[in-house]
């Protein structure tokens, strides 16, 4: 059983700057595809960035240029930062991880970015 723990949202001004972690545990051998999502009130939830075992990466085009993910292997932690950060950013951002097919949901954290 796997289990995701994000943190680090908040609230920020328009421009600003945050940075999320996602701590993974419980899984025995490496995880080999994670990725962010997010939610907004009422909208469906949306992929925003994936990074693989071998840190090839892919984003969301509202994102490109703002958003990184990166991931420590020795931490098991995956991390997004998110930078000129805009209003239409608020949402929960949730971990997400796939794991011998079974899939696992982090509790998600608020970003809330003021205009």
């Known amino acids: 059983q796997v289990q995701l723990v994000e943190s680090g949202g908040g609230l920020v001004q328009a421009g600003g700057s945050l940075r999320l972690s996602c701590a993974a545990s419980?899984?025995?051998?490496?995880?080999?595809?994670m990725r962010w999502y997010r939610q907004a009130p009422g909208k469906q939830r949306d992929l925003v960035a994936t990074?693989?075992?071998?840190?090839?990466?892919n984003y969301a085009d509202s994102v490109k240029g703002r958003f990184t993910i990166s991931r420590d292997n020795a931490k098991n932690t995956v991390y997004l930062q998110m930078n000129s950060l805009k209003p239409e950013d608020t949402a929960v951002y949730f971990c997400?991880?796939?794991?011998?097919?079974?899939?696992?949901w982090g509790q998600g954290t608020q970003v809330t970015v003021s205009s």
């Open positions: 997400n991880a796939i794991y011998y097919a079974q899939n696992y």
């Open positions: 990074i693989t075992s071998g840190d090839s990466t």
């Open positions: 419980g899984s025995r051998f490496s995880i080999n595809v």
